[in-house]
């Protein structure tokens, strides 16, 4: 009989969300939940090669633009502050 077991998805996304949101390390996440290494780092290597949508990469485009604007205008503010301040 081999090792081949199915793992449940919610037990599959469980595990990378530890790895990637709270910082755990592969080799732990695979000790804690009893699945090899190697089927985490495959289950990483798929999860980053997948292709974001056209619309998801325009989303995040304009988010960062208004981002962008945002520290620009709180930079200044500060910079105008601190200028008044000295004066």
Same mark, same amino acid.
């Given at each position: ?35 090899? @290494?190697? @089927?985490?780092? @495959? ?31 709180? @930079? ?12």
């Amino acid at each position: 009989m081999s090792g081949f077991r199915v793992i449940p998805k919610e037990l599959k996304e469980q595990i990378l969300n530890r790895i990637k949101n709270e910082g755990v390390s592969v080799a732990q996440a695979a000790k804690d939940h009893g699945v090899s @290494t190697k @089927t985490i780092y @495959t289950w990483l290597s798929k999860a980053s090669s997948k292709n974001i949508s056209f619309l998801e990469y325009a989303r995040l485009k304009r988010e960062n633009k208004l981002l962008l604007e945002l520290v620009g205008k709180l @930079t200044l503010e500060k910079n105008q502050r601190s200028h008044f301040k000295k004066n």
